[in-house]
């Protein structure tokens, strides 16, 4: 369960942006989106593979 306490005059926008960001950090999004439809655990693979890809090409160019 996600606690915020608002603080002493705090606007409550703020607030609720604060709930959001922890809320987003959880993953509880991405797991319902992922569940809706079964992959294969090929499909699976593959999608991890091809991000760690991408992932590894944007920091070799950062480091160049």
Do not use: W
């Not at 942006?17 to 569940?35: C, P, S």
């Not at 593959?46 to 070799?60: F, G, S």
């Amino acid at each position: 369960m996600i606690i915020v306490k608002v603080k002493e005059g705090e606007n409550i926008d703020r607030a609720l942006r604060r709930f959001k960001r922890k809320f987003e950090r959880t993953g509880v999004i991405k797991q319902i989106r992922a569940r809706q439809a079964f992959k294969k655990p090929s499909e699976v693979k593959r999608d991890q593979m091809q991000k760690a890809i991408y992932i590894e090409q944007i920091r070799r160019n950062a480091d160049a």
